[in-house]
């Protein structure tokens, strides 16, 4: 090689030099104080009710796991932006709304032929109460049908 050589002036190779430097994100939790407000429609939950929740699980568990535009509107509100000092609410208040014709599941359970022994009715209007069902089964005692 052509030219003096020196310990502090090493040739470097061609291409992209990356050092990783490893650093813990900072984590803003959710702001308390801030509440959201959000009206929406939805096929189960609490129907014309102002319904508090303070997380997404909670939400899932009263509403139940659809896929209605309302629970994605709720999922981004305790998300918030993603970024750092935009954290998502502390809460939301849920109010679901509907048509009028919103109504409860409701079914009868038979006890020897045609008498109606049981009425079962859904908790809450909506249509994820029609995919409810419910059995009956023998009795191990005597081997009559139970209701």
Not at 66 to 79: D, E, S
Not at 82 to 110: D, W
Request: proline share 8%; glycine share 10%.
């Amino acid at each position: 090689m052509p030219g003096t050589f020196s310990k502090a002036s090493r040739p470097r190779r061609p291409g992209a030099y990356v050092n990783f430097e490893a650093t813990t994100p900072t984590l803003i939790p959710p702001a308390s104080a801030s509440t959201v407000a959000i009206p929406l429609t939805h096929d189960w939950g609490p129907y014309k009710v102002p319904t508090r929740v303070n997380s997404y699980a909670e939400f899932l568990a009263l509403y139940g796991e659809t896929a209605t535009p309302g629970k994605l509107a709720v999922r981004q509100c305790f998300q918030g932006e993603g970024l750092p000092g935009r954290p998502g609410a502390g809460a939301v208040i849920v109010y679901r709304f509907g048509l009028v014709s919103a109504a409860k599941a409701t079914t009868s359970l038979q006890h020897s032929g045609s008498i109606a022994a049981l009425r079962l009715d859904a908790k809450y209007e909506g249509t994820r109460g029609n995919t409810l069902t419910a059995t009956t089964q023998a009795n191990a005692i005597d081997g009559t049908a139970s209701t």
